[in-house]
């Protein structure tokens, strides 16, 4: 009976091995991102502001928003209003660096408003509305 538990165990802790192993493959591929720690938003708002540099785009002002904690076990969500000013081709650039950039984690688009200024031509002024999915301090790593 012991024999016949401990077999059982056995292959339940085989099981668990090879899908702990199936994902820290999905991880190393970059096809699943660890989510930063709450604590690593400063990080977070200097590697925007790192990636608009990169492209060419400037960011006039960054403004976070009250958060949504979302409840034990489920990252915080945190937008993020960004007024950005650049040439149309950059700004899509920049847009797509935040999705592969896996150093920002889940970076959510939820809005997006480009406007045209005589005085600015070429460059165009866009207001960006973001979302960052953070890990809640204290919670386990991915």
Same mark, same amino acid.
């Given at each position: 009976?012991?024999?016949?538990?401990?077999?059982?165990?056995?292959?339940?802790?085989?099981?668990?091995?090879?899908?702990?192993?199936?994902?820290?493959?999905?991880?190393?591929?970059?096809?699943?991102?660890?989510?930063?720690?709450?604590?690593?938003?400063?990080?977070?708002?200097?590697?925007?502001?790192?990636?608009?540099?990169?492209?060419?785009?400037?960011?006039?002002?960054?403004?976070?928003?009250?958060?949504?904690? #979302?409840?034990?076990?489920?990252?915080?969500?945190?937008?993020?209003?960004?007024?950005?000013?650049?040439?149309?081709?950059?700004?899509?650039?920049?847009?797509?660096?935040?999705?592969?950039?896996?150093?920002? #984690?889940?970076?959510?688009?939820?809005?997006?408003?480009?406007? =045209?200024?005589?005085?600015?031509?070429?460059?165009? =002024?866009?207001?960006?509305?973001?979302?960052?999915?953070?890990?809640?301090?204290?919670?386990?790593?991915?």
């Amino acid at each position: 009976m012991a024999i016949q538990r401990s077999h059982r165990r056995l292959d339940s802790l085989k099981v668990e091995m090879s899908q702990n192993q199936s994902l820290l493959d999905l991880v190393r591929q970059g096809k699943i991102r660890p989510l930063p720690s709450q604590e690593s938003l400063p990080d977070l708002l200097q590697q925007l502001h790192l990636q608009a540099k990169k492209f060419q785009v400037s960011i006039l002002s960054v403004s976070p928003a009250r958060f949504d904690a #979302g409840g034990p076990g489920r990252p915080i969500l945190l937008p993020v209003e960004l007024q950005l000013e650049g040439e149309y081709r950059a700004i899509g650039q920049f847009l797509g660096a935040l999705h592969r950039e896996s150093s920002l #984690g889940m970076v959510t688009v939820r809005r997006l408003q480009i406007g =045209r200024e005589e005085r600015l031509l070429p460059l165009l =002024r866009a207001q960006l509305s973001i979302e960052l999915a953070l890990r809640q301090e204290g919670a386990d790593a991915a």
